[in-house]
């Protein structure tokens, strides 16, 4: 039996899920919980959220993340992506910066527009 705090909503459900009983989770209090207990223990993945290096907008960083959860053997290589990525503005909210990013099936998406009146 693995203990686990889901963390789809504020409310922190303490689960439980039975790994020799076909990850059965209890503790819940919503659907999304047995979800996600289940994900977690068979697949886990997370969404990152981070920063790229911005030019030509008067700020120094853009903050981007992804545009869905992607598998968590993935992430070092999604993050290495990220750390070297530079980007020049104008940047609009929702653009995807890396699609397909580490092939992960997820896309790099930034989470702010800028103008592109700096310098
Ligand atoms: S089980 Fe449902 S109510 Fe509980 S933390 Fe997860 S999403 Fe929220």
Not at 57 to 62: F, K, M, Q, T
Not at 95 to 118: K, M, N
């Amino acid at each position: 039996m693995k203990e686990l705090i889901c963390i789809v909503c504020p409310r922190g459900c303490h689960l439980k899920v039975d790994e020799n009983d076909d990850y059965k989770v209890t503790g819940h209090r919503c659907a999304r919980g047995v979800l996600y207990g289940y994900q977690e223990m068979t697949a886990p993945t997370r969404v990152v959220t981070s920063t790229v290096v911005l030019e030509n907008a008067g700020e120094e960083r853009c903050p981007v993340r992804t545009s869905q959860a992607v598998p968590k053997a993935k992430m070092f290589e999604v993050i290495d992506i990220v750390r070297k990525l530079k980007i020049s503005a104008p940047v609009s909210l929702g653009q995807v910066l890396v699609p397909d990013i580490a092939g992960s099936g997820a896309d790099l998406i930034a989470t702010r527009s800028f103008s592109g009146t700096g310098n």
